[in-house]
């Protein structure tokens, strides 16, 4: 969610432009002009208010009536540019209209059908459709990006790395999942598998982004070897710039020789080892989402798209209902 919602009517342009300024700023200052989310006024949800975007000198340089997804209808976008980015996963770039921004709050996702209802269906002719989470943040003007992995036998993901730049995707959203507020927990651990990363990238790259921020986060990202690690430069870039606040810990099935990190399947020693424990009570949060296998070892299986009792190590290890969010 973009942080700040209040009513036009209460709040000076110079009071908005202070709580940008808080709210956005990042540990480093960076020369190259930005544009920057400042404030979405009215009801505090995309799709709902006015937002301004202010560039480095705090100029506001578009304001943006809502956003062009559409929670409730699929609506076609153009798929731009595909980047690949390993042996099985591609950056697919969607083209948002009038160089708008998608404002998608955090956390959130999208869900995807084939544009043409007849090239996607299952075998009662049901359109079938998977949610994915952006790896672009929801200020970026005019593109949506989704980084998706082709899995051989996967219905969605065999359609969307079949697709041509110039043809479009079907996409409703904003998903609302976990409302992330900034400095709410202590500690937070991410725990992911594959590509599974991106809630949980998207949850640490905003969260880190705000100059406020005092929340500690640990990702434990597992892998089957070290090409399968997504977004694994950003990551790394991200422990760089904020040392303190973001342990990075990489996972392997299959690790190379030398690997001095830790191995195999997520296991009880592991958890313990690096999340943070759930004596802190409210003041932890453990975020999961992996393939349903690891999260069902993890914390128990998801029930469809609701959280499912909690279970697995989490459960063992004392964790409570409250304290775990799976996606
Ligand atoms: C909130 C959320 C966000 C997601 N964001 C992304 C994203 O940004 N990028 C992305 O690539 N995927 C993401 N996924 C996973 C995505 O929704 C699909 O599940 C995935 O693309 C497989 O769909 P499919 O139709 O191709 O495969 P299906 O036809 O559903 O399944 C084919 C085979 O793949 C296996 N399988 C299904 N899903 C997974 C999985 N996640 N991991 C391992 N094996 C699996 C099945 O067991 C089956 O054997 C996300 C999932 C959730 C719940």
Redesign the pocket.
Known sequence: MLSFAASTRHVTRSQLLRAARRSYATESTSKKPSNLPLYLMGAGVAGLGTYFYLNSTGKSVITQEKSPLDPENFKDFKLKKIVPYNHNTSEFIFELPNNEASLLPVAS?LVVRSSDPEALKDEKGKP?I????PISPPEKQGELT????K?D??????HIHGLKEGDTLAIKGPIP?FPYKVNEFEEVALIGG???I??LYQIVTHALSNASNRTKFTLLFSNVTEADILLKSELEALQKKYPTKFNLVYMLDKPPAGWTGPTGYISKEVLQQHVAPASLNERVKVFV?G??GQVAAVAGKKAGMKQGELGGILKELGYTEDQVYK?
């Open positions: 996702c079938i998977r949610p994915y989470t989704l980084l998706i992995k899995y036998n996967g219905n969605a993901s065999k999942k594959g590509s599974g991106t809630p989402c393939p349903p996606f």
